[in-house]
Nanobody
Framework: QVQLVESGGGLVQAGDSLRLSCATS??????YGWFRQAPGKEREFVAA????????SYADSVKGRFTISRDNAKNTVYLQMNSLKPEDTAVYYC????????????????WGQGTQVTVSS
């Protein structure tokens, strides 16, 4: 049974940092991603990492501030978020796909329950 369990969300001030974790179990996937959904908006791609952890991809809005990584020994995917802005406020979801290519952002078919990140100004 595949499980993705996020943790690490919370309430922070603008400029602060947070690290989200996603514990994965059940199988190894070709890639893992983080997505987010703000109130009244569609879910959007944030970042992706290959199953090996060797390749990454980022949305332009977080490039240079967020870092995604994968620790295969711990079966955990991380999202280090620095210089947080109020517009980063959203529910963040961990996801997984059997497809290795990071180019596609619509082929994720396993999802966690989400963790709330709120950034105050």
């Amino acid at each position: 049974q595949v499980q993705l369990v996020e943790s690490g969300g919370g309430l922070v001030q603008a400029g602060d940092s947070l690290r989200l974790s996603c514990a994965t179990s059940g199988r190894t996937f070709g890639k893992y991603g983080w997505f987010r959904q703000a109130p009244g908006k569609e879910r959007e791609f944030v970042a992706a990492v290959s199953g090996s952890g060797g390749s990454t991809s980022y949305a332009d809005s977080v490039k240079g501030r967020f870092t995604i990584s994968r620790d295969n020994a711990k079966n955990t995917v991380y999202l280090q978020m620095n210089s947080l802005k109020p517009e980063d406020t959203a529910v963040y979801y961990c996801s997984a796909s059997p497809i290795r290519s990071l180019g596609s952002r619509s082929d994720y078919n396993y999802w966690g329950q989400g963790t709330q990140v709120t950034v105050s100004s």
